[in-house]
């Protein structure tokens, strides 16, 4: 069975900076794909970024692009999203999941209970 914990979130200023952590379970992190998701109070989820299984980077949300990165440490079956010069519309919970390829509508599988992220001054 696919799990994730993912952690790392907390309340940071606009322009700060976070690193999410994705420990993974039942699931090889180099033989998947692995995306980021997020959902904003009152708004649809949506996907962030995703990692491919040769280590492709795909990004779903424009405003990520140039922000954030992922990254995964094969050994440790961790992924990590590095988030940099934060905004306010950045404030989510952000989850991982994992599919078979970086497409946006991959059956993904493996949603816990995510991590809160809120930018505020």
């Known amino acids: 069975q696919v799990q994730f914990v993912e952690s790392g979130g907390g309340l940071v200023q606009p322009g700060g900076s976070l690193r999410l952590s994705c420990a993974a379970s039942?699931?090889?992190?180099?033989?998947?794909?692995i995306a980021w998701f997020r959902q904003a109070p009152g708004k649809e989820r949506e996907g962030v970024l995703c990692?491919?299984?040769?280590?492709?980077?795909?990004y779903y949300t424009s405003s990520a692009n140039g922000r954030f990165t992922i990254s995964r440490d094969n050994a440790k079956n961790t992924v990590y999203l590095q988030m940099n010069n934060l905004l306010p519309d950045d404030t989510a919970v952000y989850y991982c999941?994992?599919?078979?390829?970086?497409?946006?509508?991959?059956?993904?599988?493996?949603w816990g209970q995510g991590t809160q992220v809120t930018v505020s001054s």
């Open positions: 999941v994992t599919g078979r390829w970086c497409l946006l509508d991959t059956d993904w599988s493996g």
């Open positions: 990692i491919s299984s040769g280590g492709s980077i795909s």
């Open positions: 039942g699931v090889r992190l180099d033989r998947s794909a």
